[in-house]
């Protein structure tokens, strides 16, 4: 596909370029033209310093060979894709693989005519275009996002997954360079009641999509983004406005924003009452359950990946923690009887992911590895055992269990968590 | 839309503290004004427009009202595909539990699960029917409210739901509801 079309572009390219080349006299022979056709090819050249290059572009494209693709579940309007973590470099998500979660579609949005309104217990109701949100003053953060359904696929003792990859079971998490302005500089522009607690955030997608959010997590570090990883939000992020509610699940961060109203009191909305509550064991139910408790996962070696030979391989993985810095990782190679400290990538920032690495000498025995994050609050990455002893087995959402891989003597890698209950 | 001048205003009260969010330096050495003013003000009629969600308490229902019978006409018409001819079906959302379940919940219906009468409107409202959403009119969301707390055993079958009946409706599972007490720190929850 990426090879059809580029070979579609470089015609119009080619012509232009040999036709050039023939005025400068650089098309002597039949052979200096095949040359030049050859760069466009879909096979490359034997040796690249013996041909010339392609020009520059308007929008590049990536490598052929790096197919990194989200993983999409059925054609539905309410649905969800998930990012290839096992695929992707340091911590940023590339924008065009930031996990996807829509409850009535992607909306087709243009920012000319996008507005917010932000209205309620407020001194001043107002309307706001992109252009005036964009004159206020902004910052920039980096953040994770994740869904708090993320990793649910391994709770189930009955369903215990084997063949599944890191995109597969965590890649309802990605993280980005979001910019955008706080949503406190807006509320003090409206004048918002002392009094009020809480917002409703309202969507503009099919769904109208709307979470209530308690004001002291507004005034803390809650963001009007507009922007993401050096562009506009993507439109599957919620282009051109979304909230973003830094370490809290992501159904939270409203897409698609245009309605902010300034309340008392919750709205109890679909999507934090029928949805997105986790009912424990006991007969009670937990709501607004916000935060996203500290978690890592390795990503290499995972499934499907095959460990060629014995000897040194680079343990990697990502660890994140939505309240406040990751402080330490543990890994561990025999099933949790030891652990060792693993090495954290600088810069370790709050509400964002770290990359993790551990240099572990394989001996060819059948191995079970283990991360383990430790943020600052002390909270250490509980087992799956000791979720289902605190929480039960009747919710799936906030599963932060320590994740198992399982190397076989064969090098194959596969979940392994089963292996351990 | 009116532009609104509040900066002028604020600056006339002289060295006003900067926004508590508003923490970006200015090039000549200028205090930020208290508010920039940039936006406009919205309209009560604006505000009407948009502002159509429903409060637990009913604050936001609109007039109107419609009963079970005109309900289960609706429902036929336009929800039976997706939630099948009892409510129960699927195959999308099941919504729709008569008994009581032995260990709670065994699924997120309506009746087994749903802790206010009112999220039904707010949700039905905006989001419903799937394909053609926010087409229902008033009368045609309560009837159709009014027919799916019946199928779920919440109302007789000559309920007619309003702005004064809806928020009324005591939904069995609303106390088992609360709040999130994780905290992080060393205790698993």
């Not at chain 1, 963001?223 to 973003?244: H, M, T, V």
């Not at chain 1, 660890?319 to 009887?337: F, H, K, L, N, Y």
Request: with cysteine; glycine share 10%; hydrophobic share 35%.
């Amino acid at each position: 596909m990426a090879s059809n079309s580029r070979s579609s572009i470089s015609r119009r390219t080619w012509i232009a370029a040999t036709s050039g080349a023939v005025a400068a006299g650089l098309i002597k022979t039949k052979a200096d033209a095949v040359k030049l056709v050859a760069q466009e090819a879909p096979t490359p050249p034997d040796d690249p310093t013996k041909v010339p290059g392609r020009f520059t572009s308007e929008v590049g494209v990536r490598a052929p060979e790096e197919r990194p693709r989200r993983l999409t579940r059925s054609q539905t309007l309410s649905s969800s894709s998930r990012t290839p973590l096992q695929e992707l470099q340091g911590t940023i998500t590339p924008a065009d693989l930031h996990f996807e979660r829509h409850h009535a579609g992607i909306p087709d949005i243009r920012a000319g005519r996008h507005e917010l309104l932000v209205h309620g217990m407020v001194e001043r109701p107002m309307v706001f275009s992109m252009a005036d949100l964009k004159r206020y003053p902004s910052v920039a953060r980096t953040y994770f996002l994740e869904c708090s359904g993320n990793g649910g696929g391994a709770y189930n003792r009955e369903r215990m997954p084997v063949e599944i990859t890191p995109q597969a079971l965590d890649g309802l998490l990605s993280t980005s360079e979001w910019v955008g302005v706080p949503v406190s500089t807006i509320l003090n522009e409206v004048g918002a009641d002392p009094a009020a607690t809480w917002i409703l955030a309202e969507g503009a997608d099919a769904a109208v999509m709307s979470r209530s959010v308690p004001m002291e997590k507004i005034m803390d570090d809650s963001l009007l983004a507009y922007g993401q990883n050096g562009e506009a939000i993507r439109p599957e992020q919620g282009y051109p406005l979304r909230l973003l509610l830094p370490g809290w699940e992501g159904n939270a961060s409203v897409k698609w924003l245009r309605r902010i109203e300034v309340t008392d009191r919750p709205t109890m909305t679909r999507d934090e009452t029928s949805r997105y509550t986790d009912p424990l064991k006991g007969g009670l139910s937990r709501q607004f359950s916000f935060f996203m408790d500290a978690k890592s996962t390795i990503t290499f070696p995972a499934y499907p990946y095959t460990l060629p030979d014995t000897g040194w391989w680079e343990i990697q993985g990502l660890a994140w923690t939505g309240r406040g810095r990751i402080t330490r990782v543990d890994i561990s190679t025999d099933g949790g009887r030891s652990w060792t400290e693993a090495e954290l990538q600088e810069p370790i920032l709050p509400k964002s992911t770290v990359r993790f690495r551990h240099l572990w000498n394989w001996d060819g025995s059948e191995s079970l590895l283990i991360s383990r994050a430790v943020d600052e609050t002390g909270y250490v990455q509980p087992t799956v055992q000791q979720l289902w002893e605190a929480r039960g087995e009747r919710t799936a959402y906030h599963n932060n269990q320590q994740r198992v891989w399982k190397v076989g003597a064969d090098g194959a890698v596969t979940f392994g968590l089963g292996d351990l209950v | 839309m009116r532009r609104v001048a509040l900066a002028t205003m604020v600056l006339a009260v002289g060295c006003a503290p900067a926004g508590s969010s508003s923490a970006a330096g200015s090039s000549d050495g200028a205090e930020p004004p208290e508010l920039f003013g940039f936006g406009s003000a919205a309209s009560a009629e604006r505000v009407a427009m948009w502002d159509i969600d429903v409060k637990p308490d009913g604050e936001g229902l609109p007039p109107g009202s419609g009963t079970v019978a005109e309900g289960e006409q609706i429902y036929l018409m336009q929800c039976i595909a997706c939630h099948g001819p009892t409510g129960t079906e699927g195959p999308n959302d099941v919504l729709v539990t008569r008994e009581p379940w032995e260990e709670w919940p065994a699924g997120r219906t309506v009746g087994g699960y749903w802790p206010y009468a009112t999220t039904l409107y707010d949700y039905i409202v905006k989001a419903m029917p799937q394909l053609t959403p926010g087409t229902m009119t008033a009368d045609e969301t309560y009837a159709v409210i009014a027919y799916i707390l019946y199928l779920n055993d919440l109302v007789p079958e000559d309920a007619v739901m309003n702005a004064e009946t809806l928020p009324a409706i005591e939904m069995p599972y609303r106390d088992r509801f609360v709040p999130d007490d994780r905290t992080g720190g060393s205790v698993i929850r």
